[in-house]
Every structure is written in structure tokens, then in C-alpha cells.
């Protein structure tokens, strides 16, 4: 199975930017979706974003036209691009495929903190 790392969250203000990485350890070349998601405390995991291996998206409404989902089967790799953010995007971001199920791992993920 194919281990996901993420990178480049950090503390952010209202209106910042930030861009998280995800590489896998083998290739997702053979992945037909991968996605974004995200955890705030108290709350369920939710799917923020997901893109095929031919480059279709497909975007949570409420970051629709701030976030970018990006993938490079060459660098085995997914990206998030986060703009406009907002202290209600606060949460813990992971990638892995979609859709997951109850046999799915999940790496350690990449806290995002939005300041107001």
C-alpha cells in the first residue's frame, strides 16, 4: 500500500495563503482519484477536494474559487493551493485516494491554522 506524507501547513492570518504538498511513496500513476481532506476538532472528516489522473476536480463548496488541487504523477505527488483562507478552514489537512473506506491508513497530515 502506498504510504502519503504532507507538508507546508503552518499558522496563517485571514486572507494568507498556503500551498500543502503530498508525496507518496510509490507511484499514483494508477490512482484514479486522490483527494484532499480535512478534520477540524469535534467534526467528521470531510473531502475538500479531489482530482482524477486525467486532471477533472471536483471542490467542496465552501472553497470553491479559493482552493486549487493539483496532482504530478511524475513526482508522485498532490498539491493543495489554498488561498482567501479563513479561520473556518482551520483543520487538519490529509490526502489519500478516493473515495477511502474503513481499511484506508491515514498519515500524520498537515495543521492548518487560520487566525482572525
Known amino acids: 500500500q502506498v504510504q502519503l506524507m504532507e507538508s507546508g501547513g503552518g499558522l496563517v492570518q485571514a486572507g494568507g495563503s498556503l500551498r500543502l504538498s503530498c508525496v507518496a511513496s510509490?507511484?499514483?500513476?494508477?490512482?484514479?482519484?486522490m483527494g484532499w481532506y480535512r478534520q477540524a476538532p469535534g467534526k467528521q472528516r470531510e473531502l475538500v477536494a479531489r482530482?482524477?489522473?486525467?486532471?477533472?476536480?471536483v471542490y467542496l463548496d465552501s472553497v470553491k474559487g479559493r482552493f486549487t488541487i493539483s496532482r504530478d504523477n511524475a513526482k508522485n505527488s498532490v498539491y493543495l493551493q489554498m488561498n482567501s483562507l479563513k479561520p473556518e478552514d482551520t483543520a487538519v489537512y490529509s490526502c489519500?485516494?478516493?473515495?477511502?473506506?474503513?481499511?484506508?491508513?491515514w498519515g500524520q497530515g498537515a495543521q492548518v491554522t487560520v487566525s482572525s
Open positions: 489519500n485516494t478516493w473515495p477511502t473506506n474503513s481499511r484506508s491508513t
Open positions: 510509490g507511484s499514483i500513476y494508477s490512482i484514479a482519484v
Open positions: 482530482i482524477s489522473r486525467g486532471g477533472s476536480t
